[in-house]
């Protein structure tokens, strides 16, 4: 599905050479969307760029003059709420552009991207009683917490025939609704298990809505870029500004422990090493998940809590 994304900037291709040690990174000064791009380095070289580790972004950004932005192998990938993979696909023309996270079913049938804080009817899929047509205006997000109280979840559409069974129940061509389909985390064009990620420094948003850790990260992810990584002590002081206005006494951050490796990593991939901890000995107790927040009075320090807590969080927000 990556394959038909495109984005809103018509930018420069970038394209990588593994080899043994390092990536070698050609630039191509061609206009391309990224589809193109993509398709012209897998025909020319191995594969649109991957960028494994701060060394090879600053190999990059040596062969790029300030303030230029061209496509590297980084795309979010298509997936159904109930875990279905994607492999019916029946996009509006021109769809989808890339610019949004979340998606629609028109009364024609065809699928096209929309906001995810734009509220639409929605269908839900019951089990073994099919289809509901929920009537209700709500975000995508709030449409999928309603399918899956009362009923499953929102609807996968896998088929020709079960998209003219949702046209059908539908009925009107004016309006849109809200299905199960929506962009997840991002990866990379050659399928790599590189996990650095190396992030703008975009706007940060505190959102008053009290969610478990996971569901935070999914929330940033589908509205937004990511759950707030604090990698340096200017990102802890726009964090604390931010926290002062919480309505819980820590906000989620995108600080995760792994019993596994007995250590805490940021959801952008990178390890910990600028830290604020409230204790000089963290908690990494294994009777729970842990995740990592951030104290919303005192001196804004961290703190371990079980991801199950509800509390506010902060999102990386896209660059307007």
Not at 69 to 80: A, E, F, H, P, R
Not at 85 to 100: D, E, L
Not at 221 to 231: A, E, P, T
Not at 278 to 306: E, F, H, Y
Request: some cysteine; aromatic content about 12%.
């Amino acid at each position: 599905m990556a394959q038909t994304l495109y984005f809103r900037l018509i930018v420069i291709a970038l394209c990588s050479l593994s080899e043994c040690i390092q990536h070698r990174y050609h630039y191509i000064s061609r206009n391309m969307n990224w589809t193109e791009a993509q398709r012209y380095c897998r025909k020319t070289y191995t594969d649109l760029a991957t960028v494994d580790n701060m060394n090879d972004m600053k190999q990059l950004m040596s062969q790029l003059n300030k303030n230029m932005k061209v496509w590297i192998g980084l795309y979010s990938k298509l997936k159904w709420s109930m875990g279905d993979p994607v492999t019916y696909t029946n996009w509006m023309k021109g769809q989808p552009k890339g610019q949004n996270k979340c998606y629609a079913f028109k009364t024609n049938g065809k699928w096209l991207e929309q906001a995810c804080n734009e509220r639409s009817k929605f269908i839900c899929f019951n089990g073994d009683k099919g289809y509901v047509y929920e009537t209700s205006n709500k975000m995508w997000r709030d449409a999928q917490i309603f399918c899956r109280e009362h009923h499953t979840d929102l609807v996968t559409v896998r088929n020709q025939n079960e998209s003219e069974q949702i046209q059908q129940i539908i009925n009107n061509s004016q309006i849109s609704v809200w299905i199960g389909l929506f962009s997840d985390s991002w990866e990379w064009s050659d399928k790599s298990d590189s996990t650095f990620r190396y992030w703008m420094s975009d706007n940060l948003v505190l959102m008053n809505q009290n969610l478990s850790w996971s569901d935070a990260l999914s929330y940033c992810r589908l509205n937004h870029v990511d759950l707030v990584s604090v990698d340096s002590e200017e990102i802890q002081r726009r964090v604390s500004g931010l926290v002062q206005q919480a309505s819980t006494p820590e906000v989620w951050l995108g600080l995760r422990h792994s019993c596994a490796l007995g250590v805490w990593f940021w959801m952008n991939g990178q390890m910990v090493c600028y830290q604020n901890w409230v204790n000089s000995t963290v908690d990494k107790s294994c009777d729970t998940v842990r995740s990592g927040a951030v104290q919303s009075g005192g001196d804004q320090r961290w703190i371990s809590l079980p991801q199950t807590e509800l509390r506010n969080f902060i999102c990386i927000k896209y660059e307007e």
